[in-house]
């Protein structure tokens, strides 16, 4: 069983989370910039964009923060980060971020763009081998999915006949499945001295993009700890 496998709904586009609580923060321990409700929307697989609704406190505050990362464009901690509670319960954490700001008399709006979402799950659909799972959507024609058709495949005389590929490195069982019913990609390494979170993920990705020669990065990512918990 992989972690991933509850998760395959968020492997495509056109997805909405609804968030009964979205709040802005800047710095560590620095207080909120507002806290209000709204959305993130997963248009395609390039990204995600989000609105909040929400009345900062402090307006003084929110505005110089907001200006902050106007002004200072090309330092890296002076965005803001996005946290927020769905409707069922899981906190997510949407990363940093520099949202447009539309004041009003009521309630402003905080509208901007992600990279990533990130959430901590734990309990019985958690794989509990310590390791890295990814999944990558295929598209017709790219030269990666016209290769993994070709070559990630059992031996014919296997009884299992599902298109996948072992082998073993860096002391890593590591596992390439060619889902063609999902048209994905996953990939599966077990955590070793040399192949551990977080830096699995990274190392997995780049002999692919030196292969096919594209940018290629995996719709979904999960952390097994080893412990029942894992970060998707």
Not at 121 to 131: C, I, K, L, R
Not at 173 to 189: G, P, R, W
Request: net charge negative; with cysteine.
């Amino acid at each position: 069983m992989q972690t991933l496998d509850g998760w395959r709904a968020f492997a495509t586009g056109g997805r909405k989370i609804s968030f009964p609580k979205l709040e802005l923060i800047g710095g560590d321990h620095d207080p909120p910039v507002v806290v209000g409700t709204g959305e993130i929307e997963m248009e395609g697989l390039n990204g995600f964009a989000f609105h909040l609704d929400g009345q900062p406190k402090d307006i003084g505050y929110a505005l110089a923060t907001c200006n902050r990362y106007r002004e200072r464009p090309y330092e890296p901690l002076a965005r803001l980060r996005l946290f927020g509670t769905d409707a069922d319960g899981v906190n997510w954490s949407g990363g940093w971020t520099t949202p447009s700001v539309h004041p009003s008399d009521g309630n402003w709006r905080f509208a901007g763009d992600l990279e990533a979402l990130v959430t901590d799950v734990e309990g019985e659909t958690v794989s509990q081998g310590a390791g890295t799972e990814l999944i990558f959507p295929l598209r017709i024609g790219d030269p990666m999915t016209i290769s993994m058709a070709r070559f990630v495949r059992s031996l014919p005389l296997a009884a299992n006949t599902a298109r996948e590929y072992r082998m073993r490195v860096l002391g890593s069982d590591i596992l390439f499945k060619y889902e063609q019913d999902h048209s994905t990609l996953l990939v599966t390494a077990e955590s070793s001295a040399s192949l551990s979170a977080p830096y699995a993920e990274g190392w997995l990705v780049e002999p692919l993009r030196i292969l096919f020669g594209q940018l290629i990065y995996p719709r979904l990512v999960a952390r097994n700890f080893g412990n029942g918990r894992a970060a998707v």
